[in-house]
C-alpha cells in the first residue's frame, strides 16, 4: 500500500514540475511586465521548492520505514536534496545576482538551476517507470 502511494507521490511531483516549467514560468513573463513577473516567480518559487521537497522527503522516508534502501531511495533522496539546494542555496544568490546586475553569474546559476530541474524529472521519470 505504502509502495503504490510512493508511486502516486513520484507522479505527483512530476506532475507539478512539469506543469510550472512549461506553463507557470514561460506564461507569466508574457502575461505580466517584467517587474510584477519577477515579483510574481519569487513569491512562487519558494513555494514550489518546499512543496516537491516535502513530497520528496516523505516519498524517501516510506522507503526508509519500509526498510527498502534501494537505488530508488538514493535517487529519491537525490532529487529531494536538489529541492533544497535549489530552494535555499541556489535561488537567493540568483535573486542577489539579477538585484545587482550581475548578469553572468546570474545566468550561470539561473542555468544550474534549470539543469537541476531537468535532472530530476528524468529521475522521477525512472522511478515511474522501473
Sequence with gaps: MLDQVAIHLTAAILGIMVFFSFVIAPITFTVLDEENARKFIRKIFPFYYNVNLALSTLIASIYFFQKNISFNFYLILFVAILFFVSCYILMPLI?????????????????????????QMIILIFLLIY
Design 95 to 119: 535573486n542577489k545576482y539579477r538585484d545587482n546586475n550581475q548578469d553572468k553569474k546570474f545566468k550561470y546559476l539561473h542555468f544550474t538551476s534549470v539543469v537541476f530541474n531537468f535532472i
